[in-house]
C-alpha cells in the first residue's frame, strides 16, 4: 500500500516519538512536532486507522500497528541511506544533509533504495551515527552513552548524536568534535552542569550541560 509524502511524515513521527519513550503518543505532541494544528492531527489519525497504520482512540493517544512501524522503518531507512550518499558521494557536509534527505526519503522504488544500499556497500550507520534499517527493518545497535551522563574521568569515542539540526552540527565542527573524536571528562562544573572535556588528547574544552547531552560515546 502507497502512501502520501504527509501520511509518511505522520508515520515518521509517530515512530521518533514512541522511540523517545512515549508508549501512547498523544495529538499535541505530534501537532508539535509537524508544526501544524491539533484538528489536522485528528483527521490525518483516522485516516491512518482506516489504513491498519495506527492504533487510534480519541483522547487515549495513538500508536503505530505492526505494519506502520514497518512503513516507518523503510522511511527512516531511505532517510539514512540517502544522508550517506550525500555525504559520501557529493561531499555534503553532515550539518548539510537533513533537509535534502527530507525530500528524497519519499520517492518509492523499492529497486532504487536496494541499489543505493548496495551502491554505498550496505553501510551499517548514516553520517551522525544513526543506524540505518536493514531491508527486513532490522538494525545495528551500538552500545554508547549520553556524554552528559557519565562521570568524571570515563572516556570514549564519538559514536552519534542526538540532535543533527545545522546549528548544532556546526557547533560540533566549530569546536573540532566529529564521529570517531576521544573525549575524556576532565571536570563538571556544579554551577550550571557544564563539562571540561579533553578532546583528542590534545586541548581542554568547556562545553554546556545542553551539548553534553546530544552527544553519545561509545559505552
Not at 47 to 75: D, M, P
Not at 184 to 204: A, T
Request: charged share 25%; net charge negative.
Amino acid at each position: 500500500m502507497s502512501h502520501s509524502y504527509t501520511e509518511e511524515n505522520y508515520i515518521k513521527a509517530i515512530y521518533k516519538l514512541s522511540a523517545s519513550g512515549l508508549q501512547e503518543v498523544n495529538t499535541n505532541a505530534i501537532a508539535e512536532a509537524l508544526d501544524t494544528k491539533a484538528a489536522s492531527v485528528t483527521d490525518m489519525l483516522r485516516k491512518l486507522s482506516g489504513k491498519g497504520i495506527v492504533n487510534y482512540v480519541k483522547y487515549k493517544g495513538v500508536s503505530l500497528t505492526e505494519a506502520g512501524e514497518r512503513v516507518a522503518l523503510q522511511i527512516i531507512r531511505k532517510h539514512r541511506l540517502w544522508e550517506t550518499f550525500l555525504v559520501e558521494k557529493l561531499r555534503f557536509n553532515w550539518d548539510e544533509v537533513h533537509e535534502v534527505a527530507e525530500e528524497l526519503e519519499h520517492i518509492s522504488s523499492t529497486l532504487l533504495t536496494k541499489r543505493l544500499d548496495e551502491f554505498l556497500g550496505y553501510p551499517k550507520f548514516d553520517p551522525h551515527g544513526d543506524p540505518i534499517p536493514t531491508e527486513n527493518g532490522e538494525m545495528k545497535l551500538k552500545k554508547q552513552q549520553l556524554l552528559g551522563d557519565m562521570a568524571l574521568g570515563n572516556e570514549g569515542k564519538v559514536v552519534g548524536v542526538s540532535d543533527s539540526q545545522p546549528l548544532f552540527l556546526q557547533f560540533l565542527d566549530k569546536v573540532g568534535i566529529g564521529l570517531g573524536s576521544h573525549i575524556k571528562i576532565i571536570d563538571r562544573i556544579l554551577y550550571d552542569n557544564s563539562l571540561e572535556i579533553e578532546l583528542d588528547g590534545q586541548k581542554q574544552l568547556l562545553i554546556s550541560c545542553e551539548v553534553s547531552k546530544n552527544i553519545y560515546l561509545s559505552a
